[in-house]
């Protein structure tokens, strides 16, 4: 039993390891020097961060574990929504929640933890009807999100424009750093995917043989897979603040960070990991 909570503790670790160093950095430096606008560069981080879960949600929905991937999308979620406040507050930006398309984004978030809390209270089954729900839903929200932002980066343009011609100095070193960083996302996500099928190896052994219940085993990897997702909100803040631009274009990416993997995991991977289960049993 020690030897398997040891590999699960060792393969979590490069999971986010892997998460920080490689595919959220690399794909910061990518979206910038696409000269991406903030609430775009906030979804592509959103995207990087839930490649984790998306990994551990398939894994258990192949084992069978249905029920520990619930829960962790729930943990992860809820996670995720906690360190968003605790890197707003770190970067002293609480007052720049009040602007309207990031209200809107939070109310979404919260949407995106009370519908598997429902899931869970009420003990409905996910078939392919709710996927079908869950695909609807994510198309919505989405749509709510770029209505909200469009409006709002539309106000602020101009600050835009400032960071974007301070980055045409540096075109010609980015466009042949482009190459590397899409490179070294490919390497991480094949990393990711023979670290995660070993993971759910793991995974399966502690459930089966140690008798470790699903929740407990969705909680644990809650917390493993949203670490990523702190590293990103508390970088994307200070990013702005180092050029010196309105800090509440850091607080547009980070928020955007939280609600693209809040919104993916429920509505897209939890469809996924679905899908793989009904397809495999």
């Not at 490069?14 to 606008?37: D, F, G, P, Q």
């Not at 990994?55 to 979620?77: K, Q």
């Not at 392919?128 to 869950?134: C, G, K, R």
Request: hydrophobic share 55%; charged share 15%.
């Amino acid at each position: 039993m020690f030897l398997e909570i040891l590999k699960f503790i060792f393969f979590s670790l490069l999971i986010v390891l892997i998460s920080k160093y490689m595919l959220v950095t690399v794909l910061r430096k990518l979206a910038e020097n696409l000269n991406l606008k903030p609430n775009v560069i906030g979804n592509i981080a959103g995207y990087a961060t839930s490649v984790p879960e998306l990994l551990t949600v398939s894994i258990s929905s192949f084992t069978g574990l249905t029920g520990a991937s619930v829960y962790n999308i729930l943990s992860s979620n809820i996670i995720n929504l906690v360190q968003y406040i605790c890197a707003i507050i770190m970067n002293n930006n609480l007052k720049k929640l009040k602007n309207e398309a990031i209200i809107i984004d939070i109310i979404l978030v919260l949407f995106t933890i009370f519908i598997p809390i429902f899931i869970l209270i009420t003990d409905m089954e996910i078939n392919v009807i709710v996927v079908l729900i869950f695909f609807v839903l994510a198309f919505v929200f989405w749509k709510i999100d770029n209505l909200f932002h469009k409006k709002f980066l539309n106000d602020i343009e101009n600050k835009i424009i400032q960071i974007e011609n301070e980055k045409e100095k540096e075109e010609t070193k980015n466009n042949k750093s482009t190459f590397l960083y899409i490179f070294l996302l490919v390497l991480a996500g094949v990393l990711l995917f023979f670290i995660g099928n070993m993971l759910g190896d793991t995974l399966e052994v502690l459930a089966e043989k140690f008798n470790i219940s699903q929740m407990i085993i969705g909680i644990l990897l809650g917390f493993i897979t949203s670490i990523p997702e702190l590293i990103t909100f508390i970088e994307s803040q200070r990013y702005y603040k180092e050029e010196e631009v309105d800090d509440i274009l850091g607080v547009v990416e980070a928020t955007n960070n939280l609600f693209t993997s809040n919104v993916l995991n429920l509505f897209i991977i939890q469809s996924i990991g679905v899908c793989i289960f009904l397809i495999w049993t």
